[in-house]
């Protein structure tokens, strides 16, 4: 009898493989990563994530030059390095052989794409450095125990890729991408049926489907769906996950994706300043080391966001319409003000507290109570905000777009920008954004520079 050369699920489920490759119908049916043993795979052994960080090597480093294909023609480079890192340590010094952490990675594109997120991607989102950024110690390790986030993160990493390189990887992107869909899927219906402890990894993979939208331009609202689902799953994770530091982590990005989001959709701040106020009060309960990867430089002012757009835009549209600004919502864009203008940089990274302290100022603009139509503007009575617009000219001067903490700065300016009246204020603010979009090659970047232009179109 022939001996068997079914993938490694099959054989370890003792089941039929059709020996289909790159995936045999088995895997693809149950939503298995389909993986092979042959002479350059080793079986894959499950590791505990805590484990994975305490690993210690000293493997020589791969320079990551050789891991980019030289052109879209040239076959997908060879992947053959290993990721296991101990917080604070330079996880470039110990990268070689990822077959060794998941079989799946063996594979050229795959390995790939894994390799691309560990020297980029992971620190395209991240004002962390590599020592300290929790996409490298807190999430590589869980997308090795888990095949729905491994696929989840082999996506945005290749979304990653293609705004900034060829398209030699689009179909290996879009396929990670469809197994994330499936194996969340099967994975929302094991959660239904009382499987509560796989609410924190379901979080984790909406979060992920999310920021690879928002990176590629989402026009159809995916990225909404998915943070929709994020909304009705974490309550549980946090009731459920036995990891303060991996909830800490998912806590941290949704409270940034919400904090933000009055001001991209249509769903009233009252629905989200409630979420945003739980889930900040519970990052800074159970704070952890590696806490900050998007809202460190300053966590207070983040908390006031929605609170703030809401009191601006019913200040508006009063202002708008001719009448007085009732008593309550002034009180209330008083009290706001107060605590916005009162605050005090909150880290003693440089670059940190000057993109804190850009927040602030685009928090002041908000809050500020001069009309915005033609007449105040030949009236001049747009002299604030212009005092505020320059202010945040000078820190970005101050600020080299090469630093970290521009991942975060597409919000501020977009709301700075959309009161800049200068020609030359316009001009730095369209340049800033233009040089972090060819940095980071988020698409929604690009999209921001093309609605203030149109917003300085209409007001030209």
């Known amino acids: 009898m022939r001996r068997s050369n079914g993938c490694i699920p099959c054989k370890v489920r003792r089941k ?10 088995a895997c693809i049916r149950n939503h298995l990563i389909c993986a092979w043993n042959d002479s350059s795979t080793r079986a894959h052994k499950c590791t505990a994530p805590a484990t994975v960080l305490r690993g210690r090597t000293t493997r020589d480093y791969i320079p ?110 879009w396929e990670q991408y469809a197994q994330a869909l499936r194996s969340l899927k099967h994975n929302l219906t094991r959660y239904a049926q009382g499987r509560k402890d796989l609410a924190i990894l379901l979080l984790v993979t909406c979060l992920l489907l999310c920021a690879s939208e928002v990176s590629y331009g989402d026009t159809h609202d995916h990225a909404f769906r998915h943070l929709e689902a994020a909304q009705n799953l974490i309550s549980v994770a946090g009731a459920h996950c036995s990891s303060t530091t991996l909830f800490c982590f998912a806590a941290e990005i949704y409270s940034y994706i919400m904090a933000l989001l009055p001001t991209s959709s249509a769903e ?11 889930f900040f009060r519970a990052i800074a309960q159970h704070r952890t080391p590696l806490v900050g990867v998007l809202c460190g430089s300053a966590f207070s002012l983040f908390q006031l966001i929605p609170d703030v757009y809401e009191v601006s835009t019913a200040v508006h549209d009063t202002i708008h319409d001719g009448h007085t600004v009732p008593i309550d919502i002034f009180l209330s864009r008083q009290h706001l003000h107060s ?29 500020d109570m001069s009309p915005t139509d033609d007449q105040a503007i030949r009236e001049g009575s747009l002299s604030y905000r212009r005092q505020l617009i320059a202010e945040t000219i000078q820190l970005l001067r101050l600020l080299p777009v090469e630093s970290n903490h521009t991942t975060v700065l597409c919000w501020p300016l977009a709301v700075l920008g959309r009161y800049a009246q200068d020609a030359q204020h316009r001009e730095f603010i369209r340049d800033y954004l233009s040089r972090m979009a060819a940095k980071y090659n988020h698409a929604n970047m690009y999209q921001t520079i093309d609605l203030l232009q149109l917003i300085w179109n209409v007001r030209t």
């Not at 039929?16 to 119908?25: F, G, H, I, L, V």
Request: glycine share 4%.
């Open 16 to 25: 039929k493989c059709d020996e289909a490759k790159p995936s045999c119908a």
């Open 64 to 173: 990551y030059a050789r891991l980019l294909p030289q052109s879209q023609h040239r076959p997908y480079p060879q992947a053959t390095t290993e990721f296991t890192i101990t917080p604070g340590e330079d996880p470039h010094s110990v990268v070689q052989g990822l077959g060794s952490l998941h079989p799946q990675l063996s594979r050229d594109q795959t390995g790939f794409l894994y390799s691309f997120f560990l020297h980029k991607a992971a620190q395209a989102i991240s004002i962390r450095d590599k020592a300290s950024n929790p996409f490298l110690h807190v999430l590589a390790p869980v997308a090795m125990q888990s095949d729905m986030v491994l696929h989840s993160l082999l996506a945005f990493s290749g979304v990653i890729y293609l705004q900034s390189y060829s398209q030699a990887v689009a179909h290996a992107v």
């Open 268 to 278: 009233p701040p009252q629905h989200i300043i409630g979420d945003v106020r739980f």
């Open 339 to 367: 605590i916005v203008q009162s605050w005090a940089p909150e880290t003693d990274d440089i670059d940190g507290a000057r993109s804190g302290l850009i927040y602030q100022l685009a928090l002041l603009a908000l809050l």
